[in-house]
């Protein structure tokens, strides 16, 4: 009878490590997420984490809403399940809470996950992605990577979420008065920074909103930075004699414009700023030229 009972008791504990097991972590992944705005629907348990794939096929601005009727988390991943954002909700059925992931993204494929240790309830996401004009080579990270930027073209690039620096670069083969520009849309600052060709820093400028300066330069190879602010932009080197000469400069700047020149010329040119130019040259050269000149 005794032995009865203490195999009573096994078969007790063993079906109570049997529950126990069958609540650790499930990974469950789940069809890819489409960046079309339709709304995938789930309901997860306590222990579950649902991951959603999802692909970006160009660089761009990607954003995921998610929404939980319930308590959890959901962590946004790379390719690899790296986790670099997440965020905890306090929704419930009657209250849904909604947290949207935006980033930049490189093409690549990405995880959304959904769930925790806790949570218990429906949830649903979407994503949509808005693709970005971008010209980059790989590997402009650094300035061995540079890309060359020919005279006198636009060249669009996008700083993406692991994106630290897009190095450009140019050649002059004697003293030129180089006429570089660059443009950003964004609230945020993106930031520009020329090196000679030792990168040693020969000017910085915070902001590149409406920029547009020309700078003297002896020969010799030259490295434009772009940095911080996640989100597209546009870069313009003009060195080369034939393009050296914008047909259309004087007529693009009216006479008497507004102090605030940078901005308007940004926003009704783009990325080209033609007539900031002869304005932020002129008053940008004389300090370059001592700088460079000694
Ligand atoms: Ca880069
Ligand atoms: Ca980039």
Redesign the pocket.
Known sequence: MRRIALLLCLLVLALGAGAALAEDSQFIEHEPLTLDGVWAEGATRPGEYHYYPFTVEEVGLATVRVQLFCGGRAQIMDGDLIQWDEHYFNGSAGAPETHDFIYYLEPGTYYLCVGNGSSQGDYRLKATLEPCLSDETPN??DYLGAQVLPSGETLNGVLTQW?E??YYTFTLTEETAVYLTANSTLDAAQNLVLYDGDMVKLAEKYNVKGYAEEILLPAGTYYVDIWSAKGPYTVKAVYAPEAAAPEASAEAAPAGDAPDAEMSAADEAGGDVQSDASRAGDAMLGFLQGLLGG
């Open positions: 402009n990270d994106d620096h897009d």
